[in-house]
């Protein structure tokens, strides 16, 4: 059984920092292309961040600079540290992985589209707020 697990969301104020993580189980995270995506109340939902590999990243324009997408091999997981945070940053993020041997290559500095990926976490709430 698969599943993608996110966690490390929280509440913060403006400027302070959060690690969300997205943890598998079930599959090996090293032959997927993930991806972080987030969904403010009454918006739709956003690619933030993705990862084919270490030399192949995507970040929405207004968090370059201030998010950092990584994988961890040994955990199985991926994770968004997030910096600098604005309330605009606020919403639920979710974590999406796609298996790339199937997919095919990312092209480098581009996300998969949402509805490309196999398989979702549940979400985790960020609330950037003073």
């Known amino acids: 059984q698969v599943q993608l697990v996110e966690s490390g969301g929280g509440l913060v104020q403006p400027g302070g920092s959060l690690r969300l993580s997205c943890t598998a189980s079930g599959l090996t995270l090293d032959a997927y292309g993930v991806g972080w995506f987030r969904q403010a109340p009454g918006k739709e939902r956003e690619g933030v961040s993705y990862?084919?590999?270490?030399?192949?990243?995507y970040y929405l324009e207004s968090v370059k600079g201030r998010f950092t997408i990584s994988r961890d091999f040994a955990k199985n997981t991926v994770t968004l540290q997030m910096n600098s945070l604005k309330p605009e940053d606020t919403g639920v993020y979710y974590c999406?992985?796609?298996?790339?041997?199937?997919?095919?290559?990312?092209?480098?500095?581009?996300?998969?589209?949402?509805?490309?990926?196999?398989?979702w976490g549940q979400g985790t709430q960020v609330s950037v707020s003073s």
């Open positions: 999406a992985a796609v298996f790339l041997p199937l997919r095919g290559t990312t092209e480098k500095g581009k996300m998969v589209p949402a509805n490309e990926y196999d398989y």
């Open positions: 990862i084919a590999s270490s030399t192949n990243t």
